[in-house]
């Protein structure tokens, strides 16, 4: 699994952490369901971390945005029958 990290200028927006390549949605649904961040991030415990599928399509506007808020209700109803 390949990790890769963009850093940003402002405190008050995500860094966003991407992993995969993922070849289904159902098989990044099922590396979520594993992902424990508290092992996986360095500073996890004392970070505000969401954990997330997006797909390639929906990263761009997502990276736009940048609000995690929008993202989670987007995320609820797109993903939570896949879980």
Do not use: H, W
């Not at 969401?50 to 609000?67: A, E, Q």
């Amino acid at each position: 699994m390949r990790f890769r990290s963009i850093s940003s200028a402002s405190a008050s927006s995500a860094s966003p952490l991407f992993v995969g390549p993922f070849s289904s949605t159902s098989e990044a649904m099922a590396y979520l369901k594993v992902f424990d961040p508290l092992k996986e991030i360095r500073g996890a415990a004392e970070a505000q971390i969401s954990v997330f599928v997006i797909s390639r399509d929906n990263l761009p506007k997502f990276m736009d945005d940048r609000n995690i808020e929008r993202y989670r209700i987007f995320y609820d109803k797109t993903y939570s029958p896949l879980r």
